[in-house]
Every structure is written in structure tokens, then in C-alpha cells.
């Protein structure tokens, strides 16, 4: 079995992650009319109707170049039953994040050009992409 890395020790690379991004429902409240937020005489209240309680619901996820730094940890894992848990791979730490114990990023968010990084976030922002 042979394995290998698309970068190397001390390559300085940019790594992209994405966030849930949620939207409200409005909660039918006629004294705030939903926003769960009142004015009196200037300043901001919570809503003492509903309470200012209001739902969210994930809408789409937002991609973004999340750090960059240099490499100091390749990690190879394969599991005998191939991806099933989507954690087959080649993983890095950045000495930025931290090297041992800190952030993992799998190698298909790594990119050695932030331009890359940020087309790519565009990429997977408009077709939602989440892994
Ligand atoms: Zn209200």
C-alpha cells in the first residue's frame, strides 16, 4: 500500500471551512410583529408579549478561508471499509492552529493560494456544498 500527500512539511497553505447560517421565523407576534424586540422612548426592549423568543432555522452554509499557516503534521488514515465515515485521508495540522493537538483539515480544504481558497469557497457556497 502506498500513500501520499499533495503538500509537504513547511508548505504555507490556506484553509477553507464552512458555518451554518440560519434565518428567523417570524413568531406572529403582533406587539413586536415578530421581531421579539420593542422601542420605548428610544431604548430597546425584549418583547413582554413573546418574550423576545424566536426561532432560527439553518438556511444555507457560507464557506470561508478560515486560517493559513505552515504545516507541521501529515496524517494518513484508511480505514479497511474504505469511507464510510468520511474520515479516510490525508489530514494536516498548521503550526498557526496548532501542531499535535489542535485543528485538522482534511487535504480537499487545503490550497496553497488564498485566490484558490476563496474561488473555491464561492464554488461550494453557491452549489451548498457540505463536507
Ligand atoms: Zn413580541
Redesign the pocket.
Given at each position: 500500500m502506498k500513500f501520499e500527500s499533495k503538500f509537504n512539511h513547511g508548505d504555507f497553505v490556506y484553509t477553507i471551512c464552512y458555518k451554518d447560517k440560519y434565518k428567523e421565523i417570524p413568531?406572529g407576534?403582533?406587539?413586536?410583529n415578530?421581531?421579539?424586540k420593542?422601542e420605548i422612548s428610544g431604548d430597546i426592549f425584549k418583547?413582554?408579549?413573546?418574550?423576545?423568543y424566536i426561532e432560527r432555522e439553518k438556511d444555507s452554509i457560507e464557506w470561508y478561508v478560515s486560517n493559513s499557516g505552515k504545516i507541521g503534521k501529515i496524517e494518513i488514515t484508511s480505514y479497511l471499509n474504505g469511507n464510510s465515515y468520511n474520515k479516510s485521508g490525508v489530514n494536516y495540522m498548521i503550526d498557526s492552529t496548532g501542531i499535535g493537538s489542535g485543528t485538522v483539515y482534511n487535504e480537499k480544504n487545503i490550497f496553497t493560494s488564498r485566490k484558490e481558497a476563496e474561488k473555491e469557497c464561492i464554488k461550494r457556497t453557491e452549489q451548498q456544498i457540505e463536507n
Open positions: 413568531n407576534c403582533k406587539t413586536c415578530g421581531s421579539g420593542v418583547c413582554p408579549r413573546c418574550k423576545g
